[in-house]
T-cell receptor, first 116, second 111 residues
């Protein structure tokens, strides 16, 4: 089974520039997440999609971050304009329901963003 | 107060040692609990879920104390390959689909 795909793996931009990240979840997974992981911290949820609808975007800085999942499959996360504090790894994840009734999250390899 | 709190470490132990990590969570309504492992510059991967009765997977034992809102992970007979960051994870009280991650505890196993 193919895993969660993300691109690019690395991106270096200057502050105030724009950047976009792409994610393709595991085939058939309806729920997709974007996380931000700053060095030394755990992943922080930015947005959760169920198919093409947003379930939770309460921690998404909407003045500069946007995300879409138009066809309910792959997703794009955009930052415009970027700030120095946006330097982080952006992780995409999707979930599988396990027999015990709990959900296992599978993460993509992440996109490491450096804002100069 | 953070929703999930962990000692950041690092824990520096010799091979063969037993090491324990602790975690506390703030929301008593949380129902699902996990330990994830994250290797340097890699994505997190599920290590094990944590059941109310406690559970064991080889050298790893997880315990949950709901009354104290406390989760633990015990690693016996540490291997060099156990060196990683261990993330304590609980589900959001409003949804089993939302996971809240601790900042992680770093483990270094030395020869």
């Amino acid at each position: 089974e193919a895993g969660v795909a993300q691109s690019p793996r690395y991106k270096i931009i200057e502050k105030r520039q724009s950047v976009a990240f792409w994610c393709n979840p595991i085939s058939g997974h309806a729920t997709l997440y974007w996380y931000q992981q700053i060095l030394g911290q755990g992943p922080k949820l930015l947005i959760q999609f169920q198919n093409n609808g947003v379930v939770d975007d309460s921690q998404l800085p909407k003045d500069r971050f946007s995300a879409e999942r138009l066809k309910g499959v792959d997703s794009t996360l955009k930052i415009q304009p970027a700030k120095l504090e946006d330097s982080a790894v952006y992780l995409c994840a999707s979930i599988t329901r396990r027999p015990g009734g709990w959900n296992e999250q599978f993460f993509g390899p992440g996109t490491r963003l450096t804002v100069l | 107060r953070k929703e999930v709190e962990q000692d950041p470490g690092p824990f520096n132990v010799p091979e063969g040692a037993t090491v324990a990590f602790n975690c506390t969570y703030s929301n008593s309504a949380s129902q699902s609990f996990f330990w994830y492992r994250q290797d340097c510059r890699k994505e997190p991967k599920l290590l094990m879920s944590v059941y109310s009765s406690g559970n064991e997977d080889g050298r790893f034992t997880a315990q949950l104390n709901r009354a104290s809102q406390y989760i633990s992970l015990l690693i016996r007979d540490s291997k060099l390959s156990d060196s990683a960051t261990y993330l304590c994870v609980v589900n959001g009280a409003d949804s089993s689909y939302k996971l809240i991650f601790g900042s992680g505890t770093r483990l270094l196993v030395r020869p």
